[in-house]
């Protein structure tokens, strides 16, 4: 499975941003897709979760101005993120696991990370 993030950039405050992670590979293997964030120094935050029954679960910081979102065709999800705040200024990175299958089976896979910066 490899994962590739995209779609980060910088906005003002109050603004909007989507994410992208195309997800290729051994797709039927991932059980749960989703994004982290991280910033240098600091413990990684669970941003959002989308579940193989389709319920998102969201961080409790981001819920009600994220949303997740799928596309099945192309085996991508979205994140759409709107009131952005400085303090969500970080990398943020896509994630896939634990992986269900293959040679990498019970691990976590992760996208190359994309910045977002909001300024005030």
Known sequence: VELLDSGGGSVQSGGSLRLSCAASGEIWCIRDLGWYRQSLGMEREL?????P??????????KDRFTVSKDNHDYKIYMQMTSLQPEDTTVYYCYAGPLLCGVRKGTFVW???TQ???SS
Do not use: F
């Open 111 to 113: 996208g190359q990370g």
């Open 47 to 51: 941003v959002a979760t989308l579940l």
């Open 53 to 62: 029954s389709g319920t998102v679960n969201y961080g409790q910081s981001v």
């Open 116 to 118: 977002v910066t909001v």
